[in-house]
């Protein structure tokens, strides 16, 4: 496994990674599927992130995208694929994930393209924005490009409590830790519809508390804090050990390996 030294940058890696990721304006990616979450969405998964979560379940192929099987679509076609997809299965929703679809300028514009081609292929899909919001926070012109986007939604994942628990989570410098809740308070304000999300296994109730209590003092909505779960993989698992956050962070006691 390639090795990266911890915590990094996580604007300087975001420069870095976009230049393995994008060729042109095409953007890679290393498939397109139907998934269940949004009660069904068709789904681009992309390669290549600024930040390396321990729990991530594509962090093989994001810890180096250029070395990943993979394909790079421009815009106009990963639009249509989605489109395509969506109706086959009777969806009106689609999304990007696996990585961060905003990297830099470059991502960004590919992103803004695939929404714009979207809109105008079929105007009622929904697109589902997963992003850390980092770029957002970094970026706000970013934010004010996509703020009259038709029928977007922007799920900002945060990766911690505070900067120590940023930087154990997400592999970057804790400094940057509240990048993604002004990046999310930069989308509110312009109307967007954004909410934070976090990863309940990695947090606890401790967390939760914290991280509710940091957004009242961003004057953000802790109530519409989304929670998930963490999938358990052996490679995550094993993530979690290797930076300690089994026994410092989860507060809920050991990561264990599902049952089922």
């Known amino acids: 496994m390639i090795m990266v030294e911890l915590p990094f940058d996580p604007l300087r890696r975001a420069e870095e990674i976009e230049t393995r990721v994008m060729d042109g304006s095409g953007r890679k990616y290393y498939r397109v599927r139907p998934a269940r979450y949004y009660g069904g969405i068709a789904t681009a998964d992309l390669v290549g992130c600024n930040l390396l979560c321990a729990y991530c379940w594509n962090y093989r192929r994001n810890l180096e995208p250029s070395a990943c099987q993979g394909w790079f679509y421009h815009h106009a076609e990963m639009a249509k694929r989605l489109v395509m997809l969506a109706r086959k299965k009777g969806y009106t929703r689609i999304r990007m994930s696996g990585a961060e679809p905003i990297l830099g300028e470059r991502s960004f514009n590919h992103l803004v393209g695939v929404l714009q081609e979207i809109s105008r292929v079929d105007s009622r899909m929904e697109f589902v924005l997963e992003t850390n919001g980092i770029m957002f926070g970094a970026r706000p012109e970013f934010a004010r490009e996509v703020a009259h986007t038709h029928r977007l939604h922007v799920r900002i994942s945060l990766k911690g409590w505070d ?6 989570i997400s592999g970057a410098q804790g400094r940057y830790f509240l990048l993604p809740m002004e990046g ?9 519809a954004a909410w934070p999300a976090i990863m309940y296994e990695l947090f606890g109730g401790k967390g939760i508390e914290k991280v509710s209590e940091r957004l009242k003092e961003l004057a953000l909505r802790p109530e519409e804090l989304e929670v998930e779960h963490l999938e358990p993989y052996p490679f995550v698992l094993e993530n979690l050990r290797r930076r300690s956050i089994e026994t410092e962070l989860l507060g809920i006691g050991p990561v264990r390996r599902s049952q089922n």
């Open 184 to 192: 999310l308070r930069n989308l509110l304000d312009l109307g967007v």
């Open 163 to 168: 900067e120590g628990s940023f930087e154990k």
